[in-house]
């Protein structure tokens, strides 16, 4: 990537722009203080802002999203920073009348949202499994694939403590030359 350099006409100027996931014609960018934005990405040459959504106050520290699909619904999971987790409900039958396009004008409804020990600082999204888990064990079904179970207390460990010690894993955005520390310490 030594090449790469900046498209001027390929930019949507946020404040703080955070983590994005791209699903179908959009991408979904946490942008701290400014909430979730939605890019419209049909034309990747000139994308255009679609929607800044705050969820009318209630995302303020947006560090990290998450887009999957439950049945016909298509939902974001926001990591709220101070504020948590947020799910946000993108599209539904009862907002939309054409649902089931290819990818649907997304309409956010904040439909649920948990407060968290810690600041809410990123969500992961496996090989599009069908479930979310954080460090307190706390898992939901995102996805709706049949066939799937719950993962037991020790397979859902293994994901985010360490194998000798049972330390937590954890991640920041900074850069260190140190060697990870568990959190807490």
């Not at 419209?40 to 560090?63: C, H, N, S, V």
């Not at 709220?80 to 990818?103: C, E, H, M, R």
């Not at 955005?173 to 959190?183: E, F, G, K, N």
């Amino acid at each position: 990537m030594r090449s790469a350099r900046t498209r001027r006409p390929a930019t949507v100027p946020l404040a703080d722009a955070r983590k994005l996931y791209l699903a179908r014609t959009y991408a979904y960018v946490a942008a701290k203080g400014q909430g979730l934005a939605i890019v419209d990405i049909t034309r990747a040459e000139t994308p255009k802002l679609f929607k800044l959504e705050t969820a009318q106050g209630k995302i303020t520290d947006a560090e990290d999203v998450i887009v999957g699909t439950t049945n016909a619904s298509l939902f974001a999971y926001v990591a709220d920073g101070i504020n948590g987790l947020k799910v946000l409900q993108l599209t539904s039958p009862a907002s939309q009348a054409n649902l089931y396009g290819f990818s649907p004008e997304p309409r956010p409804e904040l439909i649920a949202w948990a407060k968290t020990p810690w600041p809410a600082l990123g969500l992961s999204k496996g090989l599009d499994r069908d479930r979310a888990v954080d460090e307190s064990g706390n898992q939901i079904a995102v996805f709706g694939r049949v066939g799937s179970r719950p993962f037991t207390r020790p397979e859902m460990e293994a994901f985010f403590r360490a194998k000798a010690t049972g330390q937590l894993y954890w991640v920041t955005d900074a850069v260190s030359a140190s060697p990870p520390i568990p959190y807490g310490r």
